[in-house]
Nanobody, 122 residues
Framework: QVQLVESGGGLVQPGGSLRLSCAVSDDLSKYYAIGWFRQAPGKEREAVACINREGILEFSNALKGRFIISRDIAKNEVHLQMYGLKPEDTGVYSC????????????????WGQGTQVTVSS
């Protein structure tokens, strides 16, 4: 089983930025898809973006341009750079892994990190 560990969450003021990291215990050059998901209080988990060797899928039109996914193959890390944060971006952000292509569905990802809390508040 592949292990994933998120980091980089915290408290940030509205308009601020955060960079989340997902450290993966296996070689990202393999045919893996890594997705970022978030879950706001009282809401269902939603897909934010996904990356694999074929490219990037952004699942939310509302987040395009503010949230940018990238990966560092040498470090086996995937990042989520977040700009212009809003209070409604508050939630637990998790990364997840599946073999092959990216998918929007939470159920499509068998391996998950523990999540990192992002709180946007003044």
């Amino acid at each position: 089983q592949v292990q994933l560990v998120e980091s980089g969450g915290g408290l940030v003021q509205p308009g601020g930025s955060l960079r989340l990291s997902c450290a993966v215990s296996d070689d990202l050059s393999k045919y893996y898809a890594i997705g970022w998901f978030r879950q706001a209080p009282g809401k269902e988990r939603e897909a934010v973006a996904c990356i694999n060797r074929e490219g990037i899928l952004e699942f939310s039109n509302a987040l395009k341009g503010r949230f940018i996914i990238s990966r560092d193959i040498a470090k086996n890390e995937v990042h989520l750079q977040m700009y212009g944060l809003k209070p409604e971006d508050t939630g637990v952000y998790s990364c997840a892994l599946r073999g092959g292509v990216c998918a929007r569905s939470v159920a499509a990802y068998p391996d998950w990190g523990q999540g990192t809390q992002v709180t946007v508040s003044s």
